[in-house]
T-cell receptor, first 111, second 114 residues
């Protein structure tokens, strides 16, 4: 079973706009990670946020975590066509449990 | 930049045949993972190794799947016999340690069972 659920399932925006994806999970987590997957390729790690953190930034990426709502959001600012990919959140309950990936959000950025 | 290597990239086989996938993790990474990803879904863990030992294979269909990492470096995942439902992307990933920190993924092997 998959722990995280991304929303929306698919998102289409114009280049230069911001893209926001959400992830909800069911049980308390140790940390939450976001990964990107280009079509037919492996996943690339984007950012990790720990359960005691509320916000992290990395370049054009901003991740928030609300443990009271069991949810996280990934914001990509000033999107580019190269950002077109699927984005997955992955959660773990402790350092000894495997990462559980959601079904992903498919982002299309139109030039 | 060091990468996780996987081969083959694509594999087409007929049901009941045997298939094998190979993975070479980033040098020095003690933990190796095999995932299966069905189209439109997220990756699901099949097996996790810490060095040469299996840490978690609870989701590995052991009647037909096997995995080994004999010298604690590269790894092989085998399916025998393959079934139609095994068609998927098989991803290998590695990380420095056993904690669920950043995982580095290979390009994957796309399997089609006819």
């Amino acid at each position: 079973s998959q722990q995280g659920e991304e929303d929306p399932q698919a998102l289409s925006i114009q280049e230069g706009e911001n893209a926001t994806m959400n992830c909800s999970y069911k049980t308390s987590i140790n940390n939450l990670q976001w990964y990107r997957q280009n079509s037919g390729r492996g996943l690339v790690h984007l950012i990790l946020i720990r359960s005691n953190e509320r916000e992290k930034h990395s370049g054009r990426l901003r991740v928030t975590l609300d443990t009271s709502k069991k949810s996280s959001s990934l914001l990509i600012t000033a999107s580019r066509a190269a950002d077109t990919a699927s984005y997955f959140c992955a959660t773990d309950f402790s350092g000894n449990t495997p990462l559980v990936f959601g079904k992903g959000t498919r982002l299309s950025v139109i030039a | 930049e060091a990468e996780v290597a996987q081969s083959p990239r694509y594999k087409i086989t007929e049901k009941s045949q045997a298939v094998a996938f190979w993975c070479d993790p980033i040098s020095g990474h003690a933990t190796l993972y095999w995932y299966r990803q069905i189209l439109g879904q997220g990756p699901e863990l099949l097996v996790q190794f810490q060095d040469e030992s299996v840490v978690d294979d609870s989701q590995l269909p052991k009647d037909r799947f096997s995995a080994e990492r004999l010298k604690g470096v590269d790894s092989t995942l085998k399916i025998q016999p393959a079934e139609l439902g095994d068609s998927a992307m098989y991803l290998c990933a590695s990380s420095l340690g056993p904690a669920q920190e950043t995982q580095y993924f290979g390009p994957g092997t796309r399997l089609l069972v006819l």
